[in-house]
C-alpha cells in the first residue's frame, strides 16, 4: 500500500479553522450581509475529515461499511437540524406574514431531506438580497443539503477507490487522485461556466461545488504523503488564515461565487490545514488551538444552525432591512448562548 505520515488523531488546528470559519460566516452575515468564504472552508474541512478516515481504512484493508456509515452521520447530524428547524417554523408561524408560512412549511421540509439548495436554486432565489426582511429563515440550510449529499455521494466515490485497489491491485494515492481529480476539475470548470452564465443558480448547485469537497480529499491525500519544513509551514499557516479573513473583504463574491473566485477560500483553508501543528510560538496554529476558538468549534454546526433564523426573525419582527452593531452583537451572542445548548444538551448525548 505505500508508506504515509500519522494523521490519526484530533486536529485541534483544524478544530479551530473550523471555528474561525464559522465565526465569519456569521459575522459576515450579521453585520455585512455579504458572503466570507467561510462556508467554502466549512465544507472543505468537512471533507478532509471524512477522506483522512476513508483513506485510512482503505489503507489498512479495514471495510467500508457504508450502510453503517451513513446512519452514524445522519443520526448525528438531523437531532440537532430538527430541533432547529421545529422551532424555527414555530417562530415563523408568529413572526412571519401569514401569507409566507405556506412558503416557510415547504424551505423546512427542503432543509430535512436535504434538498434546500435545489429548492432555492429553482426558486430564483438571490442569495445577495441585501433587505434581510425578504429573505427566509432556513435559506442558510443550502449548504448543509449540500453537505449531506456529500456524506451519501463520497462513501460511494472512496468504494470506487477501494475496489481498484483491493481487487485490481491500483496504488491507492493513484486511484483516490484519478476519482477525485477528475471530479475536481470537472466541477470547476463547470462551475467557472455556470457563475458566468447563471450566476444564481450557480451558487446553489452542487455540482458547481462538488470541486470543493474534491479539493479536501486531495488536501488530505497530500497531508499523508507530504510534510513541509516548519518554517514553510508556520508561513504557509499565517497566509492561509490572513487569506481566509480578508476574502469577504477583497473578493467581489456578489457576482463571482462559487466559480474561480472560490479557490481563494480554498486556498487559504489548504494551506492552514497543511501548515497543521507547528509546535511553534510563531506559528497561527497556536491561536487556531486556543481555548475560545477551540470551543466555539465544538458547536460550531449548531452556531451556523441558528444564527442565520435568530438574524432573520429579527429582522422581520422589528421590521429592519439589516442589523446594526449594537443588535447585531446582541443577535451573535445570543446565538453562540443557543448553540452552545443545543451542543451540550442534544448534540453530545446523541453522540455519546
Not at 63 to 82: C, D, E, S
Not at 223 to 242: D, E, N, Y
Request: proline share 4%.
Amino acid at each position: 500500500m505505500g508508506t504515509y505520515l500519522e494523521t490519526r488523531g484530533f486536529r485541534p488546528e483544524v478544530q479551530g479553522l473550523r471555528a474561525l470559519a464559522v465565526l465569519l460566516v456569521v459575522m459576515y452575515h450579521v453585520w455585512f450581509g455579504k458572503v466570507s468564504g467561510g462556508v467554502d472552508v466549512f465544507l472543505l474541512v468537512s471533507a478532509f475529515l471524512l477522506s483522512l478516515s476513508n483513506l485510512r481504512k482503505i489503507n489498512e484493508h479495514k471495510p467500508l461499511n457504508l450502510i453503517k456509515y451513513w446512519l452514524h452521520v445522519f443520526q448525528r447530524l438531523m437531532p440537532t437540524a430538527g430541533v432547529v428547524l421545529l422551532l424555527t417554523l414555530l417562530a415563523s408561524y408568529f413572526i412571519m406574514p401569514a401569507s409566507r408560512f405556506a412558503a416557510m412549511v415547504a424551505d423546512a421540509k427542503a432543509s430535512l431531506l436535504y434538498y434546500q439548495n435545489w429548492h432555492l436554486a429553482f426558486s430564483a432565489v438571490d442569495y445577495y438580497q441585501q433587505n434581510a426582511t425578504l429573505k427566509t429563515p432556513f435559506q442558510h440550510f443550502w449548504s448543509l443539503s449540500m453537505q449531506g449529499q456529500i456524506f451519501f455521494l463520497w462513501p460511494i466515490l472512496f468504494a470506487i477507490v477501494a475496489l481498484l485497489v483491493r481487487k485490481f491491485r491500483f496504488n491507492l494515492m493513484g486511484s483516490a487522485l484519478m476519482v477525485f481529480g477528475t471530479v475536481f476539475v470537472a466541477s470547476l470548470t463547470w462551475s467557472v461556466i455556470s457563475t458566468q452564465t447563471q450566476q444564481a443558480f450557480a451558487y446553489f448547485d452542487t455540482r458547481a461545488r462538488l470541486w470543493e469537497f474534491a479539493a479536501g480529499t486531495l488536501i488530505a491525500m497530500g497531508s499523508m504523503l507530504w510534510k513541509a519544513p516548519r518554517v514553510l509551514r508556520i508561513v504557509m499557516g499565517w497566509v492561509g488564515v490572513v487569506g481566509l479573513v480578508s476574502a469577504g473583504m477583497v473578493l467581489p463574491v456578489e457576482t463571482g461565487f462559487p466559480g474561480y473566485l472560490a479557490l481563494w477560500p480554498i486556498v487559504s483553508g489548504a494551506l492552514v490545514m497543511l501548515a497543521g501543528n507547528t509546535e511553534s510560538r510563531f506559528g497561527v496554529d497556536r491561536i487556531l488551538m486556543s481555548r475560545p476558538l477551540l470551543w466555539v468549534g465544538e458547536s460550531a454546526y449548531a452556531l451556523y444552525l441558528v444564527h442565520w433564523p435568530l438574524l432573520i426573525l429579527y429582522m422581520v419582527f422589528t421590521n429592519k432591512p439589516h442589523a446594526g452593531v449594537v443588535d447585531g452583537a446582541l443577535i451573535i451572542g445570543v446565538a453562540v448562548g443557543l448553540a452552545w445548548v443545543l451542543h451540550r444538551f442534544v448534540e453530545q448525548p446523541l453522540r455519546g
